[in-house]
């Protein structure tokens, strides 16, 4: 389908891009054939600027463009079935994306089905089951082979008729729920007026909604749940309830967040409702039941020890961990007056918060006391990343959030027994704002300023902004300040990936009203950390932080969803990238985002690289603070009482997990200090078309420039800059630069040639553009295809020879600033086509169609070539 939108000039960017779709088909290119030149691809001759005999041959092969033949200022427009573009036409914020498929559905289908057999017995009626749930092939066809994203935000608590009649306990929902098979275009679909979750007046949050914020998805294979996490506000409790009072008489901005908490819900089905989760709503799922519909239990343990422990259904026993066969008794939890436990054994109720910290956690209460009621902390908690990692457990990653005891947004990580059991002693600080990184030895910790509130006689507080000067071990001992123009007090919206046992820690700092609230990164060897960051490589999706921009700009708080083999990001962005507030200061709002994200290992730097540079950077601070006597970051220049590292003690901490010895695990085989490890980078943010995830495109399209059997040839280039035409990379930031085909000094020109040892039928050939102004195209001289079959709409008695080309391809000109000398990153030269069979391709590039010829001697580079294609 055809999709049309406008490039907006700098001048009315503030607007929201207007997209309108228009119905049929995209065109199909004029067939007016050119007759055949006598030229072949195959010939070259030396020099000459690129204008050389082999610029043509075969017939003139007709195309389309994508945005390349118009100005800034004209409607574009392009083929949605093939390709994307971020034109913000999805309002949301902090989206948490997922990949649900075909298996996916049909085992949640059929452990819904085998829990309503366990539980009802004989009593289970087929007929009446498909009548609540639906038939396995309704749901095919309904949830499979789709993403869904979520995103922050809640309904009024004037739910719609048709939602109050369906659920009569509703009193608002929470995060709009969208799902899409492209990742761009998206549809509402959650159950509660649009929204996943289900809010009832007898939980422990509030009956009217309020930082309702980031959700993020996951499923539990063993139960066939889908699982979302997200924050939002708990009612004002007391000393009889789990949740806190809200704090007064202290400033709006800290207090309002003093009563944000985590959350986890759950549903069968991708869509809703998702509710709250309670041991009761879990267990279910998991446990076995008897004839009349108790909960089959055995007793374990003699006398006051004694305790009935239910167990797991028998079909779950090949999806948990241990050598289990039919029949075996598996104990699952504590079944205690009627009730499940979790594995704590603490009740989690609809008033229960299954991840309160600031209740059941000693440290944290010691740590972060709450300054209104005695025995709590204060310890709000947003942006939860739940992460599933390759041995089967479960990690709850998370950002801390400033408060009324506390300034900044801090990065923790706590390990899960099962969805709704934390395993609190693995409570560890991973990260915190515009430090380098968070070592932990369980005794040791640095000093912080926390925010006091004293009493008055009279009832009211005397506040202190940096009261009091503590030290916790909880907290942990920081690395070497970056300083606070690196990343000011937030991190937060934090996503782990874990790929061949590293663990890759993506966050967004500044805060989301910045316009480089961005994708950082940072890594480690384990889930518990030492997490390096790693500022140079950051962000690793991004505003270009040396050139800035203004096409791209907020893009930040993501999640990745793997697309296939592909991974993408899903993030957020501002809809006007230069200034995304109103007259008034307001927010204009986010919108969604996507673009691709891979793997890179050039620098051949090994783990133990990245830790030797962490080490003499701390010690170098380490040196120079003893020197001066106080910390460089404290204002106020009070004796330096931190702990003391040495090189041996960071070390240690390397080895052992960040104190956790993977938690009973023997952490010595995981060290792998000597071996590379690959870092992750975005193609993006763009704002130029691309194409469609690999999963998302029709007739089992691809690239076919990451087959086996392609080869390349650089006949005039730099030959050790070949590599980089298919790596992967787009070129974005400052550091990647380098990794681009450069074209030969005297010859002026690139000319590549990629053969096939088996014929690709193609449809369209992408050519990205340099992320340099100074070595930037305007157009692509030529590209001709060698044909290894005459294309089916090709007519029948025109003049043929086995060739066709492409001349003057032009580049999209949205693609660079002129008044400003810089790139807009991700925008190239794009032909678009009838298929066409091909075993050569060849491209010709000129130096003397650079953007600028005054500008990088005659120099030019190209980023990356993409073609979209199949085996013939």
Request: with cysteine.
């Amino acid at each position: 389908m055809k999709k049309i939108l406008r490039i907006l000039t700098s001048s009315v960017i503030a607007l929201v891009l207007a997209v309108c779709a228009l119905s049929g088909c995209a065109q199909t290119p004029s067939m007016t054939i050119k007759a055949p030149s006598s030229s072949s691809s195959s010939q070259s001759v030396e020099g000459g600027g690129g204008d050389v005999v082999g610029l043509q041959a075969g017939f003139e092969l007709p195309h389309g463009s994508g945005f390349v033949d118009n100005d800034e200022t004209q409607v574009h427009i392009y083929d949605s079935d093939y390709y994307y573009f971020n034109e913000q036409r999805s309002s949301g914020a902090d989206p948490g994306a997922w990949y649900v498929s075909e298996a996916d559905v049909i085992d949640s289908y059929t452990k819904l089905k085998a829990r309503e057999e366990e539980k009802q017995g004989s009593r289970f009626n087929e007929s009446a089951f498909i009548s609540e749930y639906g038939d396995l092939q309704e749901w095919k066809e309904k949830y499979a082979d789709r993403f869904y994203v979520v995103t922050t935000g809640n309904t009024s608590t004037n739910l719609t008729i048709e939602t109050k009649q369906k659920y009569p306990t509703a009193i608002y929902g929470l995060y709009m729920l969208r799902t899409s098979k492209d990742l761009n275009d998206w549809k509402e679909v959650g159950e509660i007026d649009g929204h996943a979750i289900i809010a009832e007046q007898d939980g422990w949050y509030k009956t009217t909604p309020f930082n309702c914020w980031a959700p993020e998805f996951n499923r539990d294979p063993i139960s066939g749940l889908y699982i979302i996490c997200a924050s939002t506000d708990s009612k004002s409790g007391d000393e009889t309830t789990e949740y806190n009072p809200a704090t007064t008489a202290f400033g709006y901005y800290q207090q309002i967040y003093d009563v944000t908490n985590l959350l986890i819900a759950v549903s069968p089905n991708p869509i809703g409702p998702y509710r709250f989760i309670t041991a009761e709503e879990y267990y279910q799922n998991l446990a076995q039941y008897n004839e009349d519909g108790s909960v089959k239990t055995v007793t374990v343990g003699e006398g006051d020890n004694a305790k009935e422990m239910a167990i797991y259904r028998d079909d779950l026993l090949d999806d948990i961990k241990g050598d289990y066969k039919s029949g075996d008794i598996v104990h699952l939890t504590e079944y205690k007056n009627g009730e499940f436990l979790n594995l704590n054994g603490d009740p989690v109720r609809k008033t229960s918060m299954p991840l309160n910290f600031g209740y059941y956690h000693e440290k944290i209460k010691e740590a972060y006391p709450h300054w209104q009621l005695k025995d709590r902390g204060i310890w709000p908690c947003i942006d939860i990343n739940p992460v599933v990692d390759s041995k089967g457990d479960i990690y709850m990653y998370f950002s801390q959030h400033t408060s009324s005891v506390i300034k900044g947004n801090f990065l923790w990580v706590v390990h899960m027994k099962d969805w709704i059991t934390p395993d609190w002693d693995t409570l560890t600080h991973i990260a915190s704002p515009s430090y380098s990184i968070i070592y932990n030895d369980g005794e040791s910790a640095d000093m912080q300023y926390y925010i006091t509130h004293t009493k008055q006689a009279d009832g009211t507080y005397v506040t202190d902004t940096m009261g009091a000067r503590k030290a916790f071990a909880i907290n942990g001992v920081q690395g070497y300040y970056m300083g606070a123009e690196s990343e000011s007090t937030v991190n937060e919206g934090t996503f782990v990936v874990e790929k061949d046992g590293w663990y890759y820690l993506t966050y967004s700092p500044f805060g989301f009203g910045s316009r480089n609230y961005s994708l950082y990164l940072a890594i480690a060897n384990n889930p518990y950390g030492p997490f390096i960051k790693l500022p140079e490589y950051s962000p690793c999706l991004g505003l270009d932080k040396i050139e800035g921009g203004d096409y791209m700009a907020g893009s930040g708080h993501h999640s990745f969803v793997w697309a296939g083999d592909e991974l993408y990001a899903v993030y957020h962005c501002f809809y006007n990238p230069v200034r995304n507030t109103d007259l008034q200061g307001n927010l204009l709002g986010r919108a969604l985002g996507i673009d691709k994200v891979n793997w890179y290992n050039y620098d051949n730097k090994t783990f133990g690289d990245f830790i030797d540079e962490q080490i003499a950077k701390d010690i170098e601070e380490e040196n120079i603070e003893d020197e001066l006597g106080y910390k460089m970051v404290d204002d106020k220049k009070e004796n330096n009482d931190d702990f003391k590292v040495t090189e041996e003690w960071i070390r240690a901490r390397f080895a052992d997990c960040n104190n956790s010895d993977y938690h009973g695990k023997d952490a010595s085989e995981i060290y792998r200090e000597n071996e590379v490890i690959p870092l992750p980078y975005g193609n993006g943010p763009t704002h130029s078309i691309q194409p469609l995830p690999e999963v998302a495109l029709p007739d089992g399209l691809g690239n076919v420039m990451d087959d086996e059997d392609v080869h390349l040839e650089l006949i005039y280039g730099k030959q050790d800059t070949l590599k980089y035409a298919n790596d992967g990379l787009i070129t974005y930031q400052q550091w990647s630069k380098e990794y681009e085909v450069e074209c030969d000094d005297s010859a002026k020109q690139i000319k590549l040639k990629i053969s096939f040892d088996n014929p690709k039928t193609i449809r369209n050939i992408m050519i990205y553009n340099s992320r340099e102004y100074e070595y930037g195209f305007t157009q692509v001289k030529s590209i001709v295809f060698k044909l290894a079959s005459k294309p089916t709409w090709y007519p029948e008695n025109a003049p043929y020879n086995d060739y066709c080309y492409i001349e003057n391809l032009k580049a999209d000109p949205y693609g660079w600033d002129e008044n400003n000398f810089i790139m807009r990153k991700g925008g190239g030269a794009i032909a678009d086509f009838n298929y066409i069979t091909v075993s050569e391709i060849v491209i010709t590039i000129s130096s003397d169609d650079k953007i600028d010829l005054l500008m990088g001697r005659n120099i030019v580079k190209l980023s990356e070539i993409y073609i979209m294609g199949k085996n013939a």
